[in-house]
């Protein structure tokens, strides 16, 4: 069973900046694992985000950016706003046709 | 614009089939694109269920390959899944979603949601 880890929760100040990482229990994260990300409020679905590690999905301000750091995928969100505060969701392309999510990171701006 | 809705039973018997539709409008589900089922339990993270192409290909998450059925049916514009047999762990929002592909490949992520519906299993 593969286990994508994100942090439980993080913490921002508005105008700050944060970044989320998503680390492979077993392994390194790399491009080959095609990283996306997902922004999901209460009561919503998920809004996509990023995918292909660092490509903005259409209508994402440029405020967030995903990169690869160091043995995970990142995505940082520059100038924090309010309406940031979300869960957000890294998923991983494991190959075969099978993806992991994992499980969520829980954002503040406070 | 692509736009995706969920339809099914809202409440499941323990042990009966939890199935749901997908319509497709926007978009024909005979493209290049694979069509999937992603879950969240009421408070908790998401789930990959699984994919199907318009072909009849399909892929599963491994957790849930021995109770997953999924299918296509071209002529509706709509994909499906079952899940037998379903068990109270399996009370979820249930989102269909299209992984985008094209005829260089997939980029591997979902890029467009449903709204979502709730299937509670429960006697």
């Known amino acids: 069973q593969t286990v994508v880890t994100q942090e439980p929760s993080f913490s921002v100040s508005p105008g700050g900046t944060v970044t989320l990482t998503c680390a492979l229990a077993?392994?390194?994260?790399?491009?080959?694992?095609?990283p996306n990300w997902y922004q999901q409020t209460p009561g919503q679905p998920p809004r996509t985000l990023i995918y292909?590690?660092?490509t903005r999905s259409s209508g994402v301000p440029d405020r967030f950016s995903g990169s690869i750091l160091g043995n995970r995928a990142a995505l940082t969100i520059t100038g924090a706003q309010a309406d940031d505060e979300a869960d957000y969701y890294c998923?991983?392309?494991?190959?075969?046709?099978?993806?992991?999510f994992g499980g969520g990171t829980k954002l503040t701006v406070l | 614009q692509v736009q995706l809705q969920e339809s099914g039973p809202g409440l499941v018997k323990p042990s009966g089939t939890l199935s749901l539709t997908c319509t497709v409008s926007?978009?024909?589900?005979?493209?290049?694109?694979?069509w999937s089922w992603v879950r969240q339990p009421p408070g908790k993270g998401l789930e990959y269920i699984g994919e199907v192409h318009h072909g009849g290909r399909t892929n599963y998450n491994p957790s849930l390959r021995s109770r997953v059925t999924m299918s296509v049916d071209n002529s509706r514009n709509q994909f499906s899944l079952n899940l037998s047999p379903a068990t109270a762990a399996d009370t979820a929002i249930y989102y269909c979603t299209r992984i985008s592909c094209s005829g260089g490949g997939c980029l591997y992520y979902f890029d467009s949601w449903g709204q979502g519906s709730l299937v509670t299993v429960s006697s």
């Open positions: 292909n590690t660092d």
């Open positions: 998923v991983l392309y494991m190959g075969g046709g099978i993806y992991v």
């Open positions: 077993s392994d390194s994260v790399s491009t080959d694992h095609y």
């Open positions: 926007g978009d024909s589900i005979t493209t290049t694109h694979w």
